[in-house]
């Protein structure tokens, strides 16, 4: 059994930052790949941004290249994702995807377990 539990998310004016954290907990595996997504009211789930378990590579969305960042700390089974410059068409629910496989992926179909998400919410 893998926990994963999301945090950060909140309501901010467009141009701010936050930034979201992704705790993973339980059953041992070896080493991860890890992932962002959202889901916004109506749509479908988008990838956002992904990392390789040993950080070397990394992936992100067009819509979010330059002002995302994604990282990870492994010794605390921890993964971040800094949103700087943010934008209202930004607001949705962010999850967390975890792979057992240490690569990282687009595809939301390659990742095992998922968080109950954090709403991020962009509006003047």
């Known amino acids: 059994q893998v926990q994963v539990v999301e945090s950060g998310g909140g309501s901010v004016q467009p141009g701010a930052s936050l930034r979201l954290s992704c705790a993973a907990s339980?059953?041992?595996?070896?080493?991860?790949?890890m992932a962002w997504f959202h889901q916004a009211p109506g749509k479908e789930r988008e990838f956002v941004a992904s990392?390789?378990?040993?950080?070397?590579?990394?992936g992100y969305a067009d819509s979010v290249k330059g002002r995302f960042t994604i990282s990870r700390d492994n010794a605390k089974n921890t993964m971040y994702l800094q949103m700087n410059s943010l934008r209202p068409d930004d607001t949705a629910v962010y999850y967390c995807g975890i792979r057992r496989l240490p690569s990282y992926s687009s595809s939301m179909n390659d990742y095992d377990y998922w968080g109950q998400g954090t709403q991020v919410t962009v509006s003047s």
């Open positions: 990392i390789s378990w040993s950080s070397r590579n990394k």
């Open positions: 339980g059953r041992a595996f070896s080493s991860p790949g």
